[in-house]
């Protein structure tokens, strides 16, 4: 009876059966250097994709993620559309990535440059390995569940992902 209850959370799929859903979300106003007293909205929000957005209320182009996206993951268009008089929906069109990582044509046999992929295409193991651990400084690997902007001393952001992790951004 138990087994009905009892399933795995995580599934082995999260990229595609991630619920893309906003779990933190900060808005607020901020002043152009050169005036005092206008002011531009923004809005910051983090998920259950593991990545931060910045969007610029008043210039969607602005908008972008700034902390999640893959090396090889394309950047996401920003759009509006205004479907009734007084309403405006700010969306993000993420590109379909079609990556070179499904099929790995090797065939088992040795080609006698060791080392050396270029022929393949492939970089290096240790390039690899390098761009990997750096995205394990720059991004979440959970959840974001919380975010604020602190603008004092200077304005960054501190998000805090469900494993505990906190990530500090200018």
């Known amino acids: 009876m138990l087994a009905r209850f009892a399933t795995n959370l995580e ?13 933190a979300m900060v808005v607020g106003t901020g002043a152009a250097e050169d005036s005092r007293d206008v002011r531009h909205a923004y809005m910051a929000t983090g998920g259950s994709d593991k990545k931060l957005r910045f969007w610029d209320i008043g210039r969607i182009e602005n908008s972008g993620v700034y902390s999640g996206l893959l090396p090889d993951e394309p950047l ?10 007084g309403v405006t929906v700010n969306a993000e069109k993420s590109s379909r990535h079609t990556g070179s990582g499904g099929g ?5 046999g040795s080609t006698g440059t060791k080392g050396k992929n270029t022929a ?7 390039t690899v390995i390098s761009m990997m651990q750096q995205q394990l400084l720059q991004s979440h690997l959970d959840a974001v569940l919380d975010l604020v ?15 505990g992790v906190v990530f500090v951004f200018q």
């Open 76 to 85: 996401p268009t920003y759009m509006t559309s205004h479907p009734t008089t």
């Open 149 to 163: 902007i602190i603008e004092y001393p200077y304005t960054m952001s501190v998000s805090v992902d469900r494993s």
């Open 11 to 23: 599934s082995n799929n999260d990229a595609a059966n991630a619920d893309r859903g906003v779990r």
């Open 104 to 108: 790995n044509n090797d065939g088992g």
């Open 120 to 126: 393949s295409g492939r970089p290096p193991r240790s």
